[in-house]
């Protein structure tokens, strides 16, 4: 019997295996969520030259200190034009947002606050020099450093860049993951249940949070509990996928036969099978095979599946994308019912629905049944509580949480 870890140790033994993966240069489309490889720097100022913020009169701040004041109107400014003449004391020029200022003014006075008459505008009151007008390199100064390498790339960064006129970047591409799931009891549609078959859920689940984490994914299928057919199958991943997870068969059933084919294809000392102090998830097997890619042995209960996704196997692949934050947002809640549970030396993660109070503070339910093989409570939760061992914890007090699905926090109603 191997000896239990915790799932620090099981954590920081797997980052540790894990480094970012090469990076590539890519277009800006196709870098939002992405780290940075490289820094960029500006070649220009943005806004590349000083424009008006506003509809109005672009004029000198000098000729309105003694407003109320007219001033002659001597020309139009659309965005996209070049002012073709200064302009000079007593003058004003119609210029609309984003318009170069012409040469000579200082200030824009706005639209709605004049009064306009034949070619002569009044200004009521004086217009401090500035007013109005975006300077150039007020966003990014020519020359800075925009973005330092390990920045992860939002959407408004590739606004950014693209208002730099930068076209590609070097960054750490995104992992392609192979899923696959093991056992001789699983199908799926088209074909019906058999005597003692089950759906597989485990690798549409395993699927569908590989995407929304925005990784790649390959699906490479059941696979039956035979050490020779699951080694073939990993072996096929290996040539297509940076990392591969599968799940079920890591336990020490007669037919658990991931781990042992993950041992057997493993670089030397390069595989370990873990027992791990929490509940539920308790065995995972993890290994580096082939060119250094990380395979990760999921247990085959449904939520056992997915709880040790989120502890081990999302925070390395997000290390193999560059990220250096991996770890899901973590807060305290109020505990809204009794979490009970016995002393056993694991730590208990239970699912539950986070949500806030009028006033803003997090609460946590328990989402239903918290055996390993109940799947549609998982899929009510927004949140893993973390339960050390002990007695468990009582209605008001504090409990710590994972939030799995942040965005789906809500007011409670
Ligand atoms: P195992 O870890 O292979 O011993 O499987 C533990 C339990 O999870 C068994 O009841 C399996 O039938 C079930 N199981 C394994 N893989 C899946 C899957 N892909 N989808 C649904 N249930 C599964
Ligand atoms: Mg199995």
Request: with cysteine; aromatic share 4%.
């Amino acid at each position: 019997m191997s000896s239990i870890s915790t799932p620090e140790e099981v954590e920081s033994f797997v980052l540790t295996a894990c480094a970012p993966l090469p990076p590539v240069r890519l277009a800006i489309a196709q870098a939002a969520g992405l780290v940075l490889a490289e820094g960029v720097s500006a070649d220009g100022p943005v806004p590349p030259f000083a424009n008006s913020a506003m509809d109005g009169f672009a004029l000198r701040s000098l000729d309105t200190s003694r407003a109320p004041v007219r001033l002659t109107i001597t020309a139009e400014l659309m965005a996209g034009q070049t002012p073709d003449r200064k302009l000079s004391a007593g003058e004003a020029i119609r210029i609309m947002t984003g318009a170069p200022m012409p040469e000579g003014a200082d200030a824009v006075c706005p639209v709605e606050n004049v009064g306009i008459e034949g070619l002569s505008v009044l200004i009521r009151e004086p217009i401090p020099a500035g007013k109005n007008v975006r300077r150039a390199g007020e966003d990014i100064a020519r020359g800075s450093t925009v973005f330092p390498p390990g920045t992860v790339l939002s959407p408004a960064h590739v606004g950014v860049l693209a208002s730099l006129g930068i076209r590609t970047v070097t960054a750490v591409p995104r992992p392609r993951v192979g899923v696959l799931s093991t056992g001789d009891e699983l199908v799926a549609p088209p074909r019906a249940l058999g005597p003692g078959q089950i759906r597989d859920a485990n690798r549409p689940a395993l699927l569908a949070t590989l995407q929304h984490s925005h990784f790649e994914t390959v699906d490479l299928g059941i696979v039956s509990d035979d050490r020779e057919t699951v080694a073939a199958a990993l072996k096929e991943g290996l040539g297509s996928c940076d990392a591969l997870v599968s799940s079920g068969g890591v336990s020490a059933g007669d037919r658990d036969t991931v781990r042992e084919a993950i041992k057997v294809l493993a670089n030397t000392n390069a595989a370990r099978c873990f027992q791990v102090g929490i509940r539920p998830a308790r065995p995972f097997t993890f290994g580096i095979l082939g060119c250094g890619q990380p395979v990760f042995g999921l247990p085959g209960n449904p939520v056992s599946a997915l709880v040790a996704y989120e502890l081990f196997c999302r925070p390395a692949l997000l290390r193999l994308a560059g990220m250096v934050e991996v770890n899901r947002p973590r807060h305290v809640a109020v505990a809204d019912e009794q979490f009970s549970r016995r002393r056993d030396g694991k730590v208990h993660f239970v699912r539950v629905i986070a949500s806030l109070d009028e006033s803003g503070v997090l609460h946590a339910r328990s989402s239903g049944g918290q055996n390993p093989h109940l799947l549609y409570s998982m899929a009510q939760a927004n949140a893993l509580a973390v339960l050390p061992d002990g007695e468990g914890l009582n209605v008001g007090e504090r409990v710590r949480l994972i939030l799995t699905a942040p965005g789906r926090v809500r007011m409670a109603s």
